[in-house]
């Protein structure tokens, strides 16, 4: 009896202690501080002026941070929305329209780092 109870304490323990903390990892504002062109670090452009925001829902958009204080040339990037998912140990984000594979990101050290391979551009972010 008492290894049954020890057994389903264990359980319970282990149960309770998963959480959805991958999720708070990538949930929330990130701003660009980093950006990577063929693995040479470049001008942020355009990037600098907007926020990336990630949902729970599996939705993210880039907002522009001060429309009045944003450069009339980066108004040819719009508010973008699209969706994003987990996988494994990083995360997935989508083209709108589409639905193909944009970026893989992974956190590391409390920094957002996605790599659009297809375009070979890596950008790091922190917390907004």
Do not use: Q
Request: net charge negative; charged share 20%.
């Amino acid at each position: 009896m008492k290894k049954t109870f020890l057994f389903l304490y264990s359980f319970l323990v282990l149960f309770c202690s998963c959480s959805n903390d991958d999720l708070d990892n990538v949930v929330g504002s990130w701003k660009a501080v980093e950006r990577y062109y063929d693995g040479h670090l470049v001008a942020l452009g355009c990037v600098e002026h907007k926020y990336l925001k990630i949902e729970e829902g599996g939705v993210y958009s880039w907002k522009f941070k001060d429309a009045a204080a944003t450069p009339e040339s980066c108004y040819s990037d719009p508010d973008y929305k699209s969706l994003w998912k987990k996988n494994g140990n990083g995360y997935e984000f989508y083209t709108n329209p589409g639905n193909y594979l944009l970026g893989i990101g992974t956190v590391v050290n409390g920094e957002l780092i996605v790599d659009y391979p297809s375009i070979d551009i890596k950008i790091v972010f922190t917390h907004y």
